[in-house]
């Protein structure tokens, strides 16, 4: 039986009928209509064989790309912008009234979650959700920032108040699995401390943002936020090689990220916020809760297919308990249901990448080839983009899978007698986003999580290795990240201190007085936002 439903069969609030042809981009405070050529969108979702087509959205030039960098660069004026110099209560109500909107797309852009990159239901209504909520969380903080720094300072005779300041254009650039999502999470705090920002949606994930293009034109100033489509080397190689973009906002792969900062004539003024590669490892110790240990392993391998940055993407697992791991696990992972996005209960959908299924089976291959077994053969279907997860053990070093990030749902396991082995894994790798540990002795897990601290930047007892809560610091070591995310951190990252100083004399207090009382200037403030 074929796997993919046929048109009919899918209930009709998630059919998507008519393709989404966006002729359209945001540039300069307008909503401009392009003719040129189109990038035809392709679901993961199949019909007849083939990936459905749902639309197409514009394939931009080097000139659409300089109109959004004039944009961009006109309403930061070196600082002088309506923008960047509107007072952090005003520029807090613009993005209220943003997310105030944005929910009204809610189902527009969920729909379209699901049939761009193929992620379900609840976690495309997730994705919307944490998104609404990072957008509050922001402006908190925020308001937290700025009364904190609403008093003035007086030190050595030195009068002085110390505030963040813009740093000036953004170029936010979000990845795939997480579309809306890693894309606000910079775009957001970028825009509300006083930047300007161009955003290119990820390859996959792009019409949903569509809906959105009015809401940023409306809640805006001209040219606070332009959008460019397009091949990369088309759009972003002649922003960055014009020198003016001061942050590069970027997450995926860590080669992308090093060509574009390649590009930029002056590297020293260019800040780099970038989630990268990672290959975090669950380490299952001999006295580990083993059911404990299989429920969160198969969760954080195989959530979204496995395709999330801080997946579980390597098990290492005692050798004095693995057959029983392997068992649980396997068995676990058999009871996941595949199938369409939109369908109760399913945790495994189509993979929206290329040809990912054929790597992924290369992969698989590969490890076979060298010793290892699948222990799931009776579960295994592959079909055009879809993959049923595939168990692997035991993986060994010299296999692919021992090293390369997967990015899908191959889950290998590793048997290791020493818990050196796992260790020197985390050492030796690339990476160092993250890793799981799984034990109940507390001595044995406090010698561990002493030097993985210094490994890794989030070491999770028992529990899988994720992003959130968004309020807690998100980073990586090595090839995994440059710059630390989080609610509060990203409110860092998009500024540079800057401050206002005089020798405390009688002239300058009466100047500093009258400013403040007269209100005429935004930075130098005593105002408290309640
Ligand atoms: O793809 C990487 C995401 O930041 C992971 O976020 O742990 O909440 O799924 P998550």
């Known amino acids: 039986m074929d796997f993919f439903p046929s048109n009919e069969t899918i209930p009709s609030q998630w059919r998507i009928d008519v393709p989404l042809e966006q002729t359209s981009y945001l540039c300069d405070g307008e909503i401009r209509e392009w003719s040129g050529e189109q990038h035809d969108v392709y679901s993961p979702i199949c019909e ?24 961009a660069h006109k309403a930061y004026n070196y600082g002088r912008g309506e923008w960047p110099t509107m007072s952090v209560e005003e520029r807090i109500s613009r993005v209220e009234a ?41 402006i908190d903080a925020l308001k937290e920032l700025d009364r904190l720094s609403s008093r003035f300072v007086i030190e050595e005779g030195i009068i002085g108040q110390i505030r963040r300041s813009p740093l000036g254009i953004v170029l936010c650039m979000g990845p795939f699995n997480y579309p809306l999502n890693e894309t606000f999470a910079t ?48 759009v972003i190689t002649p922003l960055m090689q014009s020198g003016k973009i001061d942050v590069l906002a970027f997450i995926g792969s860590s080669r992308v990220a090093d060509a574009l900062k390649r590009q930029h004539p002056k590297p020293h003024r260019l800040r780099s916020v970038l989630g990268l590669e990672a290959k975090n490892a669950g380490i299952v110790l001999e006295d580990a809760d083993i059911d404990l240990a299989v429920k969160e392993c198969v969760s954080g391998a195989l959530s979204f297919n496995g395709q999330r940055c801080t997946a579980l993407k390597i098990l290492f697992v005692h050798r004095s308990i693995v057959d029983k791991f392997n068992a649980k696990f396997s068995a676990a992972v058999a009871s996941l249901k595949g199938g369409m996005p939109w369908e109760s209960g399913v945790s495994i959908t189509p993979l929206p990448e290329f040809d990912k299924t054929v790597h992924l089976a290369e992969l698989v291959r590969d490890a076979c080839d060298q010793g290892a077994s699948i222990l799931n053969p009776a579960q295994n279907r592959y079909e055009h983009t879809y993959m049923f997860p595939v168990i692997v053990y035991p993986v060994r070093p010299g296999m ?32 160092g986003q993250q890793v799981s540990l799984f034990g109940t002795d507390p001595h044995r897990i406090a010698e561990l999580i002493d030097p993985l601290v210094n490994q890794v930047c989030r070491v999770n007892l028992n529990s899988q290795c994720q992003r959130g809560p968004d309020i807690f610091p998100f980073s990586g070591r ?12 990203a409110l860092r990252v998009f500024t540079i201190r800057t401050l206002v100083a005089a ?22 403030s005593t105002d408290f936002i309640f």
């Open 48 to 71: 007849g064989g083939e990936r459905k087509r749902i639309g197409s959205y514009p394939l931009l030039d080097a000139h659409n790309a300089q109109e959004a960098l004039d944009a």
């Open 400 to 431: 692919r899978l021992y090293t390369e990030e997967q990015f899908g749902p191959v889950v290998p396991i590793v048997v290791f007698d020493d818990i050196s082995e796992p260790m020197e894994y985390v050492i030796e790798s690339d990476y």
């Open 478 to 489: 090595k090839d995994s990240a440059e710059g630390t995310l989080s609610v509060s951190d």
């Open 503 to 524: 020798k405390e004399t009688d002239g300058n207090r009466d100047l500093i007085r009258s400013i403040v009382r007269d209100r005429s200037s935004s930075f130098l």
């Open 98 to 138: 943003f997310a105030y909107d944005m929910r009204e797309k809610r189902d527009e852009v969920v729909k379209l979650l699901m049939w761009e990159i193929g992620k379900t239901l609840p976690d495309s209504q997730k994705e919307f959700d944490r998104t609404i909520d990072y957008i509050y969380a922001t």
């Open 187 to 234: 775009l957001i705090p970028a825009l509300i401390m006083g930047n300007t920002v161009i955003f290119k949606p990820p390859k996959l994930g792009v019409l949903l943002h569509h809906p959105l293009l009015e809401v940023f034109c409306a809640s805006f100033p001209k040219g606070v936020v332009n959008t460019v489509y397009g091949a990369g080397e088309k």
